[in-house]
């Protein structure tokens, strides 16, 4: 079953052809982040708009690359949430057009679920069942998954998303957005152990994350250094590795809390955070000491694409679920009131 999928939930327009036999096909995408960061972060409307001009030019892309047309797709995933809503509707609408122009099934798909199986992707996928770290721009979430749509949250975080706060961070540091991989980038030249930042919510159990205490502590430190004019190059790359290295061994010790608790020896890590190597190798550590092993997918599969949702559609629509005449654009939906495999999809709905 070939499947186009559709990602339009925040400043990426993502296209992706997976087909469940022959894997994955072709994969565009088109970044707006240039076009965002003269404000700073990204501007909705104009998201919009951009998917709008983008959308089209790349369906025809992949299918070019894939040497198809439009004629050989079976069915169509996009993402109906959670998102921004102007840019869920733009997806939405396109899949549901070009679905209804070619007689083909077509299903709205949850973006976290997305990045939640995007490990699938790779050559030696997880079995199920498996935790999830899922740290993205707007989550952080630890997940215990038995199958797909069978999803126990574990924890989360009660204020920030780990993201949010590499992000927060570049900005106090006079970093582009989007900060998280440029926050690495500068704490690689940081000198490890000058400042030691906190590490929120680890000496209490519980597997909740907060991490606006920390972006507070950063911002009191990086005040410190410019009321003392010591705002320096090396002392911003000090700042950003202590506030990464914080981040990050928080996210370690709960997620080691995790396996201990659900005695899994399955960790997939997904979302744009995913990205991060020291994240990674923290992970990596912390899993061979469990004897549990460690999965995320190729880095561009870490942040927004097309490729996760054409993955999750098709699993979802070989299952028999799909859309009916209503696009659906969903701003906020808990992935926990996914249905299985199997039940109806609308049961699980937050309209
Ligand atoms: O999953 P994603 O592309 O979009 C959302 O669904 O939110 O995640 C974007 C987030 C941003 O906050 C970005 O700064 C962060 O992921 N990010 C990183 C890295 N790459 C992306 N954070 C830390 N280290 C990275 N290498
Ligand atoms: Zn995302």
């Not at 911002?219 to 705002?231: F, G, I, K, P, S």
């Not at 859309?323 to 992935?335: K, Q, S």
Request: net charge negative.
């Amino acid at each position: 079953m070939l499947i186009l999928g559709i990602e339009t939930s925040c400043d990426e327009t993502g296209v992706a052809l997976y087909d469940s036999e022959e894997g994955l096909l072709a994969d565009a995408l088109f970044s707006q982040v240039d076009m965002h960061a003269d404000y700073g972060g990204v501007v909705p409307e104009l998201a919009s708009r951009d998917h709008v001009r983008k959308l089209l030019p790349l369906c025809d892309q992949v299918l070019n690359e894939a040497g198809l047309t439009r004629h050989d797709i079976d069915g169509i995933a996009y993402t109906a949430g959670p998102g921004l809503i102007g840019a869920l509707m733009v997806g939405g609408a396109v899949a549901h057009a070009l679905a209804f122009a070619l007689d083909i099934p077509v299903l709205g798909v949850h973006h976290m679920e997305g990045h939640l199986l995007a490990p699938m992707l790779e050559p030696e996928p997880p079995a199920f069942p498996f935790v999830a770290l899922l740290v993205s721009g707007g989550h952080t979430q630890l997940v215990e998954v038995a199958g797909i749509g069978e999803y126990v949250l574990l924890g989360e975080s009660v204020d920030d998303a780990a993201g949010e706060a590499f992000d927060k961070t570049a900005k106090m540091l006079g970093l582009d957005y989007p900060g998280g991989p440029r926050v690495a980038a500068l704490a690689e030249k940081g000198t490890p152990g000058r400042f030691r930042f906190p590490r929120p919510m680890t000496d209490r159990p519980g597997l909740d994350f907060s991490f606006s205490g920390l972006k507070t502590y950063t911002l009191n430190t990086v005040n410190e250094a410019r009321a003392t004019d010591d705002l320096s190059d090396q002392t911003r790359a000090d700042i950003a590795l202590a506030f990464e290295s914080a981040a990050v061994d928080t996210l370690v010790i709960k997620c080691r809390r995790a396996l201990v608790q659900t005695q899994c020896p399955r960790l997939v890590i997904a979302g744009g955070v995913s990205a991060n190597k020291r994240l990674r190798a923290g992970l990596e550590t912390m899993a061979r000491k469990q004897q549990a092993s460690v999965f995320y997918a190729r880095p561009e599969f870490c942040t927004d694409n097309g490729a996760m949702i054409a993955y999750a559609g098709c699993q979802r629509l070989r299952a028999g679920q799909r859309d009916g005449d209503r696009i659906i654009a969903v701003p906020r939906w808990p992935m926990d009131t996914l249905p299985a495999i199997g039940e109806s999809r609308l049961a699980g709905l937050v309209d």
